[in-house]
């Protein structure tokens, strides 16, 4: 069952660069199962969501990722685990990004694929999750409920995969 809204072509340009090699990967261990998939090679359930690139739109994202996630099954620890992560993608794709920003979810067995997709350019951010402020931790966090991420940086945007066991 794939989940569709209209893309914007600008997301479908993001969408196309998403295979590509990682200019500056998250340091993880080893590649893990479902790692090297991508969306368009998976043969399980697909959801995409398109939206602009603004702050009420994150709650869009969350309520989205949610239904999503309860129509395929997932246990609410691991639903509710996956909403966060995509919550803080897309704050981070919102703070960051220019003009739109593009939600996709995969099932790939055990394995939920998360890519947010943004027309930003790359943002440095604190790695130690030392910040005083509220800001700052979404990386730390995503990367503790993950079992990899990874980031894309091109001329067009930049893309965040993430995949998280259920």
Same mark, same amino acid.
């Given at each position: 069952?794939?989940? *569709?809204?209209?893309? =914007?072509?600008? =997301?479908?340009?993001?969408?196309?660069?998403?295979?590509?090699?990682?200019?500056?990967?998250?340091?993880?261990?080893?590649?893990?199962?479902?790692?090297?998939?991508?969306?368009?090679?998976? $043969?399980?359930?697909?959801?995409?969501?398109?939206?602009?690139?603004?702050?009420?739109?994150?709650?869009?994202?969350?309520?989205? *990722? *949610?239904?999503?996630?309860?129509?395929?099954?997932?246990?609410? *620890?691991?639903?509710?685990?996956? !909403?966060? %992560?995509?919550?803080?993608?897309?704050?981070?794709?919102?703070?960051?990004?220019? =003009?739109?920003?593009?939600?996709?979810?995969?099932?790939?067995?055990?394995?939920?694929?998360?890519? %947010?997709?943004?027309?930003?350019?790359?943002?440095?951010?604190?790695?130690?999750?030392?910040?005083?402020?509220?800001?700052?931790?979404?990386?730390?966090?995503?990367?503790?409920?993950?079992?990899?991420?990874?980031?894309?940086?091109?001329?067009?945007?930049?893309? !965040?995969? =993430?995949?998280? $066991?259920?």
């Amino acid at each position: 069952m794939n989940t *569709a809204l209209p893309v =914007a072509e600008s =997301a479908l340009d993001a969408l196309r660069w998403a295979s590509g090699p990682a200019s500056s990967p998250v340091q993880r261990p080893p590649a893990r199962p479902g790692r090297d998939v991508d969306h368009a090679s998976a $043969r399980g359930p697909r959801a995409v969501l398109a939206m602009p690139s603004r702050e009420p739109f994150v709650r869009t994202c969350r309520a989205f *990722a *949610a239904g999503v996630l309860c129509r395929w099954g997932v246990s609410e *620890a691991a639903r509710d685990s996956a !909403v966060l %992560v995509i919550d803080e993608l897309a704050a981070n794709a919102v703070q960051h990004g220019h =003009a739109d920003t593009t939600v996709v979810m995969s099932r790939l067995g055990e394995i939920l694929l998360i890519s %947010v997709i943004d027309s930003g350019t790359t943002v440095p951010h604190s790695r130690d999750g030392t910040d005083s402020d509220e800001h700052g931790r979404g990386m730390t966090i995503i990367e503790f409920l993950t079992e990899w991420t990874e980031v894309h940086h091109t001329t067009a945007g930049r893309q !965040v995969r =993430a995949g998280l $066991r259920l």
